[in-house]
């Protein structure tokens, strides 16, 4: 896997919105993101930091990747 470079949680929301998920509310720093396919929700948090870890960012990506075609 190549090397994540560090985004914002804004970053990762508008690449997420690209691929079919919605905002589906925010609370303080951290968004909800819902997205629902073949009868199944899936719901990713994303925090709006300036600058995300690798860890978080490498958790949001294992996650999504499990619905995204």
């Not at 589906?24 to 720093?29: E, I």
Request: glycine share 8%; no cysteine; proline share 6%.
């Amino acid at each position: 896997m190549p090397r994540l470079r560090p985004i914002s949680g804004d970053e990762v929301i508008a690449i997420l919105l690209t691929f079919g998920f919605s905002i589906h509310s925010q609370k303080g720093s951290h968004v909800k993101l819902k997205r629902a396919a073949k009868g199944v929700a899936q719901t990713l948090t994303i925090p709006k930091h300036k600058e995300l870890d690798r860890g978080t960012l490498r958790a949001i990506f294992r996650q999504a990747a499990r619905f995204v075609p």
